[in-house]
Each structure stands twice: as structure tokens, then as C-alpha cells.
């Protein structure tokens, strides 16, 4: 799928891209979720179904967190308080911890509230403010939702589809 280059496209990208998600995960047994043996994402790990659901429930909080920010003029910490981006794998056990607790049923449920209260922002946001100047850096906020939505949201399907093979799973 192409980079979405406008509020139509984004929209589309989160919820085609979700949709294929979340037919593979709903074939994931809770029972095994929470085992750790996923390719992890810091260098040499390992993670569960569940950590990678936490891994994007993470990042789509993060991403309502920059709008909130955002829409209050105040400034954002990128990626996150107290993180750097050369520090995402540490962010990404962070995630995990935040939402160790969480049932895999209702881990599954806030990734699509999570997923829900987005598309909501992007559907409130007109297109000019998503892709008419940059925001961070040189994205802009309908790049940076990409990034934090779509993008992984394909991303977890094609490690989370490689490990439900090797479990023989599909």
C-alpha cells in the first residue's frame, strides 16, 4: 500500500490495515499469548502476542497524547517524557510493563478503542492540518499518525502471520 498522502488514504490505511490485524490476533489462543516467542523489538529479544499488542496500544496512545498536546499549543516530548528515539526499545518494554496486567481479551479490546479514538481525531481534523505543513521535524501530523498506526499495524501482522507458521497457527 502507498504512504497515505491525505486524510481519505489515512483512513483507509488504519482501517484496512487494522482489519487484517485484528483477524490474525483473534486467531491467537489466550493461552499462548503471553508466551515470549516473538522476535522482540530491541535487538536479540523476545516478545509475546500480548507485548505486541501492548507495543501498539503504546504507540496509539502516544500518538492521542502528541494531539492532545497539540490541540492545547502546549509542546510534545518526542517520542515520549523521558525518552529519546535512539531509546525505542527501552520504550517498547516500557509498553509491555504498562500493560503486563491487561487480560489478552482486553488488551485486544483497548488496541481497537485506541484505533477508534484516532480515527476520530483524523476524521475531526481537516485535511490541510494533517498534511499541509510539516509538524514534527519535516512530517507532518498525518505523517506522524502514520508512522504510529498504519505502518506498525502492517508491521505486526507480517511478524505476528511468520510466528503463527512457525506455531503452526494459519
Known sequence: MAIPANKIELLDAIGA?????RADLDGVPEAISGEPTLEGHAKGTLMSVHDLVAYLVGWGELVLKWHAGRSAGEPVDFPETGYKWNELGRLAQKFYLDHAEVSYPA????????????VAVIAATDNADLYGKPWYEAYTFGR???????????????????WKTEKGLR
Do not use: E
Not at 508512522?147 to 501482522?157: E, I
Open 17 to 21: 490495515n487494522y482489519q487484517k490485524l
Open 107 to 118: 488488551l485486544l479490546d483497548r488496541l481497537a478503542s485506541v484505533k477508534d479514538r484516532i
Open 144 to 162: 506522524m499518525i502514520q508512522f504510529n498506526t498504519a505502518s506498525p499495524f502492517d508491521n505486526a501482522r507480517k511478524r505476528l502471520r511468520r
